[in-house]
């Protein structure tokens, strides 16, 4: 794997050298100061991965990454010095395609490279399932079978906080229906993402708790290192299993679990996202009679996992992003005799 470093810091840089060496087969491709100069390395000689500071003279880490996904789009890991002070430049370049983020090693904190070498481990297997991807299509016509306002399950991944922050801005206050998101996002930034949310959304954010019940009008979104699902009809729950999946939390596993225990009407929507966690749980969704949403491409920051959705006949429906919440709005306000018509 080769990976492009960008940092200003000469620190900073060799701390991520050493880090880089620890794993076989990994090699630093170059390094650049400035968001400007990645762009154009980028454009050069694309990497298979970068480490992405925020804080740099000129062009910064955000506006790197979103000219970099504009044009030359790559795996991009956020590598800068305090997440936690930079939260919102780190949700705004999630919002871009980032995939993640860590804090920048120090060579005299090991505990810090290996928490960076955990998220390396993490993107190249994900990279490497994308390669290995083999992709089937099925038709299957499935029946919408709605009763009453419906549980709405969100899976999202790279490019998500901006795509959720979209189309949650983009809901009434009074919206009925009961909203659960798994984001793909470091458990220790869960909670001031839902927090960033809730201050662009009418409806409640928050992340949601052991027991909790999804709620009409509410917004509950995954906010640990292990999956969320439905543990019974109506309460969330979070569990380590399945151990093995790369996303921590996992979209697949709880639209499964919303097939497995829901027992009302449900829609399943997976936005943009590298990979293709979400799909097989989106397709789950569809053949068990629900109705199902993936983001198009053009407003898709990363078209990865919509995309496998969509080669799966996985979507009844493939929106733009500015396209979903007015679409979720009528289908939840129409009567159940009706919905199926939609």
Known sequence: MKIGIVNDSPMAVEALRRAIMQRPGCTVAWVAHDGAEAVARCEQDPPDLLFMDMVMPGVDGVEATRRIMAATPCPILIVTVDVGANASRVFDAMGYGALDAVNTPRMDQPQDVQSLLAKLDVIDKLIGDRQRASLTKARLDTATIWQHAPLIAIGASAGGPAALATLLSALPGDFSASIVIVQHVDARFAEGMAHWLDEQAALPVRAAKEGDRPMPGTVLMAATGDHLALRDKSHLGYTPNPREY??????NVFFESVVGNWQGSAIGVLLTGMGR??????????????HTIAQDQASSAVFGMPKEAIAMDAAVEVLSIEQIAPRLVKLCAAPPLQRRKL
Do not use: F, T
């Not at 790369?246 to 979209?251: D, K, L, Q």
């Not at 979400?278 to 969704?285: E, I, N």
């Open 246 to 251: 790369v996303h921590r939390p996992s979209v």
């Open 277 to 290: 966690d979400g799909a097989r749980g989106l397709k789950a969704m569809r053949d068990a009679g629900h």
